[in-house]
């Protein structure tokens, strides 16, 4: 039998390779939301202003739609030819989308065809990072050692918060140093060529990368007793994992898409100014990387488990006393404050690495992209929809907690219920006495 490729030493720029796709597409994501308005005067003219931005959001929505397409596409590709193949393919077809939002000419110029363009544009970065985020977690969850592999996969999420971070102090940055008209002419497409630059270097960095679909690894849950199963088979003998995947994904993304509302929630229901929600959401973005690199280095030491479930246990306990605080109060520093330590507490997670680990290797691409791609699809785009409507039925400001409350409580169910996966804790099983 011929021997499995010796796994090659992970290193930074292969991290770097990674991470940059992600990065890219989460920036191309916040650029599109916080210009969505100038977009919809571009692309989307309309007989008044909100059937202008109502056009815009719904091209924004169509992201989401071929999400679960590009997972189970570019999935299927990846677990069969190769994580870097497929890695390359998502970043170009990227940079594509990215490149289009920049150049597509407006409404004025070409006409119908200017939506039409900017709907596939849209189509298209659903579709790549559908592939993208499940082909870059199981690659480093493949290439890293199984003792720090928690820490490695957890730069996935940074990656995430970086990009989100980078978009807003763009949007900001541009919208403070020109003058509105020249911003709803042309300048929110230099948002977009700004992100587009990266594409060289990230194709550059990923050209590189050494291979790990064939890799030996001996402590995964792909080993030789499964590697001779039909994919098929495969995933229905999992189908419990990425039942209880998609039900933590589900949860995370409906509080993902509150923290990404809190801009609007400052000013139209707390009634405070935009920066002290653009403080906010900023704030707690950057003090969660730190969280998040902790707790993978954390979950490589005590399990994925504890950190997974303490961490969601402790999100959901502090989710109503700081909205009720927040809504009480009506101060900035109550909402800075609050939302900041909210959005740090939310941080605390491994679970990325604990559901890319627990999926066999010849599935893992398409498994891990199909629960998380169904997850946005299904909640990314209605989050902020519910939660405006219960703030308008109950006149409530608190309205948004009890949403977030019921999502995180569903997601703390499906931790608990989800198997440990860390090497080090099976590891140690193995070693115990009469196992």
Request: charged residues 10%.
């Amino acid at each position: 039998m011929m021997a499995a490729p010796e796994k090659k030493k992970l290193q930074r720029r292969h991290i770097a390779a990674v991470i940059a796709g992600n990065a890219l597409e989460f920036y191309d994501f916040v650029t599109y939301a916080f210009f969505s308005i100038q977009i919809g005067h571009a692309f989307f003219p309309a007989q008044s202003a909100y059937g202008s931005l109502m056009l815009s959001l719904a091209t924004f929505g169509a992201g989401f739609v071929t999400r679960p397409l590009g997972a189970f596409v570019i999935g299927n590709y990846a677990d069969r030819v190769g994580r870097r193949p497929a890695m390359m393919l998502c970043f170009i077809l990227m940079g594509c989308a990215i490149v289009g939002m920049a150049v597509i000419p407006t409404y004025a110029t070409i006409g119908l065809a200017a939506p039409i363009l900017a709907v596939i544009a849209r189509m298209t970065q659903g579709f790549s990072l559908g592939g993208e985020i499940g082909s870059n977690t199981a690659y480093l969850a493949e290439a890293a050692p199984p003792e720090s592999r928690g820490l490695v996969v957890s730069w996935q999420g940074v990656s995430q918060a970086i990009a989100i971070t980078a978009g807003g102090l763009v949007g900001v940055a541009l919208t403070l140093l020109l003058p509105a008209a020249l911003v709803d002419a042309y300048a929110w497409r230099v948002a977009f060529l700004i992100g587009a630059v990266t594409v060289p270097f990230g194709l550059w960095l990923r050209s590189s990368l050494p291979e790990t679909l064939h890799t030996s690894e001996g402590d995964d849950v792909s080993s030789d007793a499964v590697v001779a199963e039909s994919r098929l088979s495969l995933a229905r003998r999992y189908r419990r994992i990425f039942i209880l995947g998609f039900a933590y994904l589900a949860s995370g993304t409906i509080g993902t898409y509150i923290f990404t509302y809190i801009v609007t929630y400052a000013q139209a229901t707390m009634h405070l100014s935009a920066r002290v929600g653009f403080i906010a959401e900023t704030g707690g973005y950057l003090l969660g990387i730190p969280v998040v690199l902790c707790s993978g280095w954390l979950s490589d030491r005590y399990g994925r488990k504890p950190v997974n479930v303490y961490g969601n246990l402790a999100f959901l306990l502090l989710i109503y006393p700081t909205f009720a605080w927040i809504a009480a109060t009506r101060t900035a520093f109550a909402f800075i404050a609050g939302m900041i330590t909210l959005s740090m507490v939310s941080s605390i997670s491994a679970f990325y690495a604990s559901l890319s680990e627990s999926i066999p290797k010849s599935i893992r691409v398409s498994g891990f992209g199909l629960s998380y791609s169904l997850a946005i699809a299904a909640f990314g785009g209605t989050t902020q929809l519910v939660v405006t409507w219960l703030i308008h039925v109950t006149g409530n400001p608190v309205a948004p907690a009890w949403y977030l409350m019921g999502a995180a409580a569903v997601g703390q169910i499906a931790l608990m219920l989800f198997p440990e996966s860390a090497p080090v804790k099976l590891a140690a099983k193995v070693r115990a006495p009469g196992t």
